[in-house]
């Protein structure tokens, strides 16, 4: 590819992802959605001034590496064993209704078939795509409502972060079906090995990062050897487990996020992905998504889509918190706070698009399911709490 359009693209895709991702803000929704819709108005969607190469898709993979190393960096542990096992029976309850939900749905509209066939993989992959929770717009959301420290609040975070583990783990399993080589089996034996060895392996990372982060405390040395280790463990992952790379990527954030320095390697990884690697990786989903192509099928399997996703998460978080003996207004705030999507729901949609489990008109629903998402679940949040301190003020008085 000619190194002047490479540039052209870039400072394309750079401009109109900053301008509609600063608009998407400006109206109370993710700034991914705007990034996306960048994608689509440049792309064979409508205007056709940018089109799709191995160039942007691999910086594209970069982008998606940066943004798994990042949700590792987040990962709060004490947080995450503090929840308890309340937190990770509602993660199960998060991630499995839905997926078999997706799942379900999917073969509604294009039929059933037998286990292990190229419709079921697809079918099941949809409902992988369903598994992921927005742990960033969840934060946000209860955070604007001063309630990410309360009982309710640390649980749907706990909640969050698991469900995104489980999710990966899901998807790795569910990209390894795909070979037809494939032993299902072996995968999920791969996948457990993988996270045992580098469990046991990252004990000893990190405390030899430990040992170079007291010797150069807040030096640009440390995240320079974090973002090798993301790429040295994404390589790992793939090459010899047959596990995605992402989820290499978010081994090495979680392994390295009880650092003195996480937030530091974080606030770095962020210039990278904010500058230049994220904005491509969105504007790429755009890209390679022909909404010109979209006929009444995908429309209505959208719609489908949305809420299937959205009442799969409420119905399965809540009806399994109110078994763990959480108040009926309680189970509401659970499941509205979980149902948010976004990167990890676009991350898991593109790496189905890289391995040809689906074609790229489903992302149309994606994208709608994160939008209305993201803008529901403040909206209901508030709600919620809002009926629950009038309630309380009338018990009062």
Not at 87 to 92: C, E, K, S, T
Not at 105 to 115: D, R, V
Not at 306 to 335: A, P, Q
Not at 347 to 354: D, F, K, N
């Amino acid at each position: 590819m000619d190194t002047l359009e490479i540039l052209r693209n870039l400072a394309i895709i750079i401009i109109f992802a900053k301008i509609f991702g600063l608009l998407a803000r400006k109206i109370k929704i993710p700034q991914v959605a705007g990034e996306i819709i960048a994608g689509l108005i440049i792309g064979p969607s409508v205007l056709n001034i940018v089109q799709g190469n191995d160039f942007l898709s691999g910086m594209a993979e970069i982008g998606v590496i940066l943004l798994m190393f990042s949700a590792g960096l987040e990962t709060d542990l004490d947080k995450l064993k503090k929840s308890g096992l309340k937190a990770a029976v509602i993660a199960l309850a998060g991630v499995f209704i839905p997926l078999i939900c997706g799942t379900i749905m999917y073969m509604c509209f294009y039929g059933f078939s037998e286990i292990g066939s190229t419709k079921f993989i697809e079918a099941v992959f949809i409902g992988t795509i369903l598994t992921a929770t927005s742990v960033s717009i969840t934060v946000q959301a209860l955070k604007e409502l001063g309630k990410i420290s309360t009982d309710v609040g640390t649980t749907i975070m706990s909640a969050a972060i698991i469900d995104d583990v489980i999710g990966i783990v899901v998807l790795t399993a569910v990209l390894g079906m795909k070979d037809p080589n494939s032993n299902p089996v072996m995968v999920g034996l791969k996948t457990v090995a993988f996270f045992v060895i580098f469990t046991v392996l990252g004990v000893f990372i990190l405390k030899f990062m430990k040992v170079l982060d007291k010797r150069w405390p807040h030096t640009r040395r440390i995240p320079i050897i974090g973002l090798a280790m993301a790429f040295a463990l994404s390589y790992v992952a793939d090459k010899y487990f047959g596990v995605a790379d992402i989820t290499g990527a978010y081994v090495a954030g979680i392994i390295l996020s009880s650092l003195d320095d996480s937030e530091y390697i974080d606030r770095k990884m962020d210039i990278n992905s904010y500058m230049i690697f994220g904005p491509v990786f969105f504007a790429n989903v755009g890209l390679q998504t022909n909404l010109r192509t979209v006929d009444v099928s995908i429309i209505a399997f959208s719609i489908a889509f949305v809420i299937v996703g959205l009442l799969g998460k409420v119905i399965g978080c809540g009806l399994i918190s109110k078994v763990l003996r959480f108040g009926n207004s309680d189970c509401i705030k659970i499941g509205v706070g979980m149902m948010t999507r976004g990167e990890v729901a676009l991350i898991v949609a593109q790496r189905g698009l890289t391995a040809g489990i689906i074609d790229s008109r489903f992302f149309t629903a994606v994208i709608l399911l994160i939008v209305i998402s993201s803008i529901l679940t403040p909206v209901i949040l508030k709600m919620v709490y809002e009926s629950d301190e009038r309630r309380a003020q009338i018990q009062n008085n």
